[in-house]
T-cell receptor
Framework: DAGVTQSPTHLIKTRGQQVTLRCSPK?????VSWYQQALGQGPQFIFQ???????QRGNFPDRFSGHQFPNYSSELNVNALLLGDSALYLC?????????????FGEGSRLTVL | KQEVTQIPAALSVPEGENLVLNCSFT??????LQWFRQDPGKGLTSLLL?????REQTSGRLNASLDKSSGRSTLYIAASQPGDSATYLC???????????FGAGTQVVVTP
């Protein structure tokens, strides 16, 4: 049973560029959430997707956008990159109707903005 | 606004000692609390999930308690091993969609 998979694992961009990160949820999961983790800090909630719609959003600017596909996989897009966007981006999946609420995380995508 | 605090920020113990990691949160209206382990540069591994109606959960050498009224959770790791060296993160679930609010973590080093 494959867990949550993310790609790419590492990438380097320059300020002003755009980046797309990808996530495949754990088998059987239909909800995907994205988190940003800066060095030495806990992850911060970016947004969550269910049934191909953004259900809720954290305190992140509109430069951060996402998408969920019919197969439940998801993308995170960040436009006009800033140095402060350098972080580990984590994808988490869950099953909406399962009331335990347990989230499973991927290994993350490490983004460095120069 | 929910805030989650983990103290201490770092901890070093000799192998064999028991580990006690603390987590506090400001709003007792939580759905559940999860403890995660994170190795350097890696993702999060779920260790224990405690539902809001539960007082504790156990898995092997790990035991986590939850006191909602006082806004506290404690993770106990018995007979620590060098392989337990990692950062441990506490997160509270603040809505029915599973949104998590994390603490900053406790970095643990277990010396042989």
């Amino acid at each position: 049973d494959a867990g949550v998979t993310q790609s790419p694992t590492h990438l380097i961009k320059t300020r002003g560029q755009q980046v797309t990160l990808r996530c495949s949820p754990k088998s059987g999961h239909d909800t995907v959430s994205w988190y940003q983790q800066a060095l030495g800090q806990g992850p911060q909630f970016i947004f969550q997707y269910y049934e191909e719609e953004e259900r809720q959003r954290g305190n992140f600017p509109d430069r951060f956008s996402g998408h969920q596909f019919p197969n439940y996989s998801s993308e995170l897009n960040v436009n006009a990159l800033l140095l402060g966007d350098s972080a580990l981006y984590l994808c988490a999946s869950s099953f909406r109707d399962r009331k335990t609420g347990e989230l499973f995380f991927g290994e993350g995508s490490r983004l460095t903005v120069l | 606004k929910q805030e989650v605090t983990q103290i201490p920020a770092a901890l070093s113990v000799p192998e064999g000692e028991n580990l006690v990691l603390n987590c506090s949160f400001t709003d007792s209206a939580i759905y559940n609390l999860q403890w995660f382990r994170q190795d350097p540069g890696k993702g999060l591994t779920s260790l224990l999930l405690i539902q809001s109606s539960q007082r504790e959960q156990t898995s092997g050498r790990l035991n986590a308690s939850l006191d909602k009224s006082s806004g506290r959770s404690t993770l106990y790791i018995a007979a620590s091993q060098p392989g337990d060296s990692a950062t441990y993160l506490c997160a509270v679930c603040i809505d029915s969609w599973g949104k998590l609010q994390f603490g900053a973590g406790t970095q643990v080093v277990v010396t042989p």
